[in-house]
């Protein structure tokens, strides 16, 4: 007799697998529909000013980097100008210095407290020495005059007598104030065209630039010996800013001098009026 067969009544089972897809899809449907809920309360709130935040932050960097990068390049123009005007045109040897009618040396107080001022006597021996080597046959001293006792300007003078420059060969201005001062005066009050200026390296590369914008297409710098001095980040930055002013004051302000007053003839016939 035959058996019934088993397997034909069996049913058939669903697969393991296809169980374990169904699950899964039901979880990622779940998540889902989780993440469509706006979320709300205190987390939410953060995380909306966070993005916010962001995004003022990114804004204000970039306007920061572009101000900044404008701001340098303006900074290095002015140095560039001022060093590329004065290039060729600064000397520091007397037998290579052309000859010129006239000499300015920019002022500068004789002491420094209790001390003498090196920069002081280093320009009066750098002008007494172009003068006996007959590069200058006369000299202006411009400097500030801050009242009747005290000169910059006839302080100047006797340091130059005192080397063997005549007195009737000195011209004094007291109203040299600053460099652009004492440069312009040379131009509309001395009625000079061409000299040659006599200062430390720093001053004359801006004396000479100032010189060329109003139009002493002859100006010309002798630099004095300058002991003592280092390059420090004091001293650079320090000339960084007054090179930025002096190009906003010739370029763009067309600062004049305090003073002008009326013109002086240099001449053998002229003799200084404070003689």
């Known amino acids: 007799m035959r058996q019934p067969d088993k397997s034909a009544s ?43 935040f962001d995004g003022f932050l990114m804004r204000w960097l970039v306007r920061i980097i572009l101000v900044g990068s404008h701001v340098s390049i303006g900074i290095l123009a002015c140095y560039l100008i001022v060093w590329h005007t004065g290039r060729g045109l600064i000397y520091d040897n007397v037998d290579e210095i052309p000859p010129r009618f006239v000499g300015l040396v920019l002022g500068c107080p004789k002491m420094v407290g209790k001390y003498e001022n090196r920069h002081f006597t280093t320009r009066m021996e750098a002008a007494a020495e172009l003068y006996r080597e007959q590069k200058l046959q006369y000299l202006i001293v411009s400097g500030k005059s801050d009242d009747e006792d005290y000169s910059e300007a006839y302080d100047m003078k006797e340091a130059l ?12 201005d007291n109203a040299g104030y600053r460099t652009l001062d004492s440069v312009i005066r040379a131009h509309k009050v001395f009625r000079q065209d061409e000299c040659t200026i006599i200062s430390q390296y720093y001053p004359n590369t801006r004396a000479v630039y100032i010189a060329r914008r109003y139009g002493m297409e002859g100006c010309i710098a002798y630099n004095a010996e300058d002991r003592g001095s280092e390059w420090t980040i004091k001293v650079i930055f320090r000339e960084i800013f007054v090179r930025i002013m002096t190009v ?28």
């Not at 007598?161 to 004094?172: E, K, L, Q």
């Open 10 to 52: 069996k049913k058939p089972r669903p697969h393991d697998d296809d169980e374990i897809e169904d699950e899964d899809l039901d979880v990622l449907e779940d998540e889902d529909e989780d993440d469509e809920v706006p979320q709300t309360g205190l987390m939410a709130w953060i995380s909306r000013e966070m993005v916010w």
């Open 248 to 275: 906003l004051d010739v370029e763009f302000f067309k600062t004049m001098p305090e003073k002008i007053g009326e013109e002086v003839l240099i001449s053998e016939k002229t003799p200084p009026r404070d003689e």
């Open 161 to 172: 007598i005192a080397r063997g420059v005549p007195a009737n060969h000195i011209y004094c």
